[in-house]
């Protein structure tokens, strides 16, 4: 007969929600963890643009399709940045108020770590616009336009990318770098690096939990009496 610390162990909850609404398209995933292996169970794309009206919704249905109780999750994996101010907010602010809601403790991830470990690289850059990447080299973090990319010597290797702008950007800045093309990071991408924290129960500060911007928003930026744009 199994001790009350092993039955206990049994029904510990072992899913996971994540979501990601920081590109020009979201997505949201559920899975089920151990301590060697993560089974995504399944996954639904969310339309750019859209994630306000259409998150929630789909958070309801993976779960109802997998009769899993959101209560009854491990942790909620939230993408928080770098990437759309507006996807990272509706996403990080949906994530807070499900966490709340239902008592379930919330874990948040760079997107930019999301795309490294996807390709399997310590590199990696996301378009930002404005001539502009957000960047990930070894563990640090940045937005770099050419001057800042021209700047860091040496430069990287290798470097992974998932659109285009970013590319471009990095083979005029870096033309001896190898620029490696995978596709965008999503929520099922996300869930794996977190469950180490998630199995050492290092959850975030729901109240204290913020968007990893890396650029103020327009509205900071345009606001800014010290911005050229401003001072006209």
Not at 7 to 17: D, I, W
Not at 44 to 58: C, D, F, H, M
Not at 153 to 173: E, G, H, M, N
Request: net charge negative.
């Amino acid at each position: 007969m199994s001790s009350p610390a092993h039955r206990s162990e049994a029904h510990k909850p072992t899913a996971v929600l994540g979501i990601d609404t920081c590109g020009p398209s979201g997505s949201v995933a559920l899975s089920r963890i151990t301590a060697t292996a993560v089974e995504i169970l399944g996954e639904v794309q969310l339309e750019g643009r859209t994630y306000s009206a259409t998150l929630i919704s789909a958070v309801e249905r993976l779960l109802t399709t997998h009769a899993i109780a959101l209560h009854g999750i491990a942790c909620i994996v939230i993408v928080n940045g770098p990437g759309s101010f507006t996807g990272v907010r509706v996403g990080l602010s949906a994530a807070k108020g499900l966490a709340e809601g239902a008592g379930v403790p919330l874990l948040a991830i760079s997107r930019l770590q999301v795309l490294a470990q996807k390709a399997a690289l310590p590199n990696a850059a996301l378009d930002a616009h404005r001539h502009e990447v957000f960047l990930r080299i070894a563990e640090n973090e940045l937005l770099a336009g050419g001057p800042e990319l021209a700047a860091i010597d040496p430069a990287p290797a290798r470097i992974a990318v998932c659109d285009d702008a970013a590319a471009t950007l990095l083979a005029s800045t870096w033309p001896a770098a190898e620029i490696l093309r995978v596709g965008p990071p999503t929520a099922a991408d996300a869930i794996p690096l977190a469950v180490p924290q998630i199995l050492a129960g290092k959850f975030a500060d729901v109240l204290l939990l913020d968007g990893h911007y890396l650029r103020r928003s327009d509205a900071e930026i345009f606001g800014d009496p010290a911005h050229p744009a401003v001072r006209k």
